[in-house]
């Protein structure tokens, strides 16, 4: 039973990191929308419209653009650690097979589908999953039978 549960909190760390990666990829994209809405533009009469009293957006775009960089900052310091745990974990797996999926669904980036990793790998997408529960069945296996042997 403790096996299971090391399996399950070692897929739930790279679920995490996969998600602190798109959670990076959101924010980055956000920044740049505000800086881009820093850069002068002329108007266009046929559809803004000219305010009379326009108010200085540029300061409020300015200390969001400041606070979300900070908060980038400090999601990447956390995924750079997570990162080297995860290494360290792939780097231990039994197999390259295994470590080339982990890595490439979980590691390189928040995006990559299953499907994208099966092409890669040159499988199909139920073989890469198969190989994945595999994998994690193993590792319970290996976790109990030592466990038991103490």
């Known amino acids: 039973m403790a096996s299971r549960t090391g399996t399950v909190v070692m897929f739930k760390f790279f679920k995490r990191v996969r998600d602190e990666r798109?959670?990076?990829?959101?924010?980055?994209?956000?920044?740049?929308?505000?800086?881009?809405s820093l850069l002068p533009s002329g108007i266009r009469y046929d559809t803004d419209k000219v305010q009379t009293s326009p108010t200085d957006q540029m300061l409020r775009v300015a200390a969001e653009v400041d606070a979300l960089e900070r908060q980038m900052q400090q999601k990447l310091t956390r995924l750079n650690a997570d990162m080297l745990q995860a290494m360290r974990i792939v780097e231990a797996m039994p197999t390259?097979?295994?470590?080339?999926?982990?890595?490439?669904?979980?590691l390189t980036g928040s995006r990559t589908t299953w499907e994208q990793v099966a092409d890669i790998m040159g499988y199909d997408v139920t073989y890469v999953k198969k190989v994945l529960r595999n994998a994690a069945m193993d590792e319970a296996r290996e976790t109990s039978l030592s466990i038991n042997k103490s």
């Open 96 to 106: 390259a097979r295994l470590r080339q999926l982990i890595t490439l669904y979980y």
């Open 22 to 36: 798109a959670d990076i990829e959101t924010l980055q994209l956000r920044i740049k929308e505000l800086q881009m």
